[in-house]
């Protein structure tokens, strides 16, 4: 397992947070993702808009995942409709 920086861009309702986050923490553990840190960046302004909103909620994970599921959580994330974007990073240690 390797470890990973996931940063995530939801909605900056609340309910559509909520119901986002809750759909991702889902999936990560159907995958046998596991989250070692979770830090909140709060609401921003984004500098274009993604899927009609100019506002977003941003919050980055730090998870140790398989490599070869990442591409697949990779590919569920983009058919999620209340997560804007995800990016994950490889962390070198």
């Known amino acids: 397992m390797r470890k ?6 939801f909605p900056a309702e609340e309910e559509k947070y909520n119901a986002g986050l809750a759909t991702l923490r889902s999936t990560l553990s159907e995958y046998g993702v596991e989250i070692e840190k979770e830090e909140s960046f709060g609401d921003r302004d984004l500098c274009y808009e ?3 909103q100019k506002r977003g909620r941003f919050l980055l994970l730090i998870i140790k995942a398989n490599p070869a599921k ?3 959580l990779n590919r ?6 209340e997560l804007l974007k995800c990016m994950f990073v490889k962390i070198d240690e």
């Open 70 to 72: 990442v591409v697949e």
């Open 50 to 52: 993604v899927k009609k």
């Open 4 to 9: 990973y920086e996931l940063m995530t861009i």
């Open 76 to 81: 569920q994330f983009k058919l999620n409709p």
